[in-house]
């Protein structure tokens, strides 16, 4: 694959609904075969040359699901980072657990902080995932703290602009998104990173996230060089 896409977004939704239009006895089967199109995406990133890949894991809505979908959920991605961590050493992938950390059980920290120390030195492609994540409680959150430093006489609010804030949130050092996809059909952010996607070009398919493939990739990033071009980039 050939673009023009440094840090791409993918907001995976149809999970739940492709497990009931398979009449599968569960809609976590629907999120075990979304895990691996996040594997092949994460793959398709690094044959198509882009540095950055943030998906959309759980949001801090998804709280509101049934304990039992929560509960399985929580284990699959635990599940995922224990065992594909040596996976992504050996493709060169670095992972980033971004969100409301404060949120995820004693276990679950660990996990999250053992897959991002072993694979910090790993450059080929940095995916940061998104888990127990709001783009405002994040704004919110950087808020907070950069409030606690001119409190604490670590920072002058005079100081504060759009590059000393950006330092604050979650994605700090990371690049804003270029081009967002999300699946599933509905045509929205649903909180999505407003701050590093002000200015991304958002492509949007019916397509559920499991049935998601390498050709549908290619037609967003097809997208993404036209509307470059048409603006004269």
């Known amino acids: 694959m050939d673009n023009k896409v440094t840090h791409l977004g993918i907001i995976m939704d149809g999970n739940r609904r492709w497990a009931r239009k398979h009449m599968l006895a569960s809609v976590l089967n629907g999120h075990e075969k979304g895990v691996d199109t996040f594997i ?29 979908e929560v509960s399985g959920l929580f284990k699959l991605m635990e599940n995922f980072f224990i065992n594909e961590v040596d996976t992504c050493i050996s493709r060169d992938i670095r992972m980033i657990i971004v969100g409301d950390k404060s949120r995820l059980d004693p276990e679950a920290r660990e996990t999250v902080r053992r897959t991002e120390d072993m694979t910090a030195h790993c450059r ?16 919110l959150r950087a808020a907070a703290a950069f409030a606690a430093d001119v409190r604490d006489g670590r920072a002058a609010v005079a100081s504060l602009d759009e590059e000393l804030f950006a330092g604050y949130l979650d994605t700090a050092g990371i690049p804003d998104m270029d081009l967002v996809i999300r699946t599933g059909g509905n045509r929205r952010l649903s909180n999505f990173f407003p701050w590093q996607t002000t200015y991304a070009e958002i492509w949007f398919t019916d397509v559920l996230w499991p049935d998601f493939s390498q050709a549908d990739m290619q037609e967003a990033l097809d997208y993404y060089e036209k509307v470059q071009i048409n603006n004269g980039k």
């Open 40 to 68: 092949n995406a994460c793959k398709w990133c690094q044959e198509a040359g882009i540095r950055y890949l943030t998906v959309y894991a759980f949001s801090t809505e998804n709280w509101q699901r049934s304990q039992e």
């Open 124 to 139: 080929s492609l940095t995916v940061q995932v998104a888990i127990s994540y709001g783009g405002r409680d994040e704004i």
